[in-house]
């Protein structure tokens, strides 16, 4: 073998050995920093330089801190909530936010986000087929509302369809019968199937049903 030839094949493994060593690590290294990103952030919302330096409760500038009393004080609210007289009170200012001009497009929008996928009325939890740009076209999506008569069409329902390797998504209006349920999968499979632009493979255990 010349060494030319030699030199060819020994960049030829490199390349490969290095494309094998990027697709096991960039997924560990862009998770990993995504959970770094999301800890800095939270543990970074106490506004700790506005301490002195010889401030009795200068432990909060240590890393996790912050972040462990975020969360404690999430979890405290959450708890205080439960009751009635905090609940009312609760209820109160959340509708005096969504009544006050401008703040109310904000907080009522970020709350339906919030709502749809963790509150109690969740919203991507009915993972779909929904037909739309051609007979044998499908997308991948979620109910969001079962019926839109307060829009005039009877008989069709709105489905979000998620776009592919981003945080954004469509919303369709079709008719019912335009829309199969996926009972054979999770609402989880059928996000991680339509964000990864449908890598992600799934293990159908039987056709999906017209949705009703």
């Keep these: 073998m010349s060494p030319k030839l030699r030199f060819r094949v020994l960049l030829s493994r490199l390349l490969r050995y290095f494309f094998q060593g990027l ?4 997924p560990i290294g862009i998770t990993a920093f995504t959970l770094y990103w999301g800890f800095i952030t ?3 919302l106490l506004p700790r330089d506005l301490l002195p330096v010889d401030h009795p409760m200068n432990f909060l500038k240590y890393k996790g801190v912050g972040f462990a ?7 405290f609210v959450g708890y205080l909530s439960s009751s009635f007289i905090v609940g009312r009170l609760i209820d ?8 006050t001009p401008f703040i109310k497009y904000i907080y009522s929008s970020v709350k339906d986000v919030f709502d749809a996928f963790v509150g ?3 919203k991507f939890d009915h993972p779909v087929l ?14 969001t509302q079962e019926n839109v008569r307060s829009l ?3 008989g069709y329902m709105a489905v979000y369809v998620p776009h592919a390797y981003a945080i954004t ?9 335009k829309v199969r349920a996926l009972d054979n999968i999770s609402a989880g499979e059928a996000m991680k199937f339509a964000v990864s632009g449908g890598v992600t493979h799934i293990t159908e255990s039987h056709a999906p049903q017209p949705a009703k």
């Design 152 to 154: 005039g069409l009877e």
């Design 23 to 26: 697709l096991i690590l960039a």
């Design 130 to 143: 929904v037909n739309v740009y051609g007979e044998d076209v499908w997308e991948m999506g979620f109910i």
């Design 69 to 75: 009393i975020v969360l404690i004080l999430i979890v």
């Design 92 to 99: 109160m200012f959340d509708h005096i936010l969504e009544r």
């Design 42 to 44: 939270i543990d970074n």
């Design 120 to 122: 109690e009325k969740k």
């Design 169 to 177: 998504g469509k919303v369709f209006i079709v008719r019912q019968e």
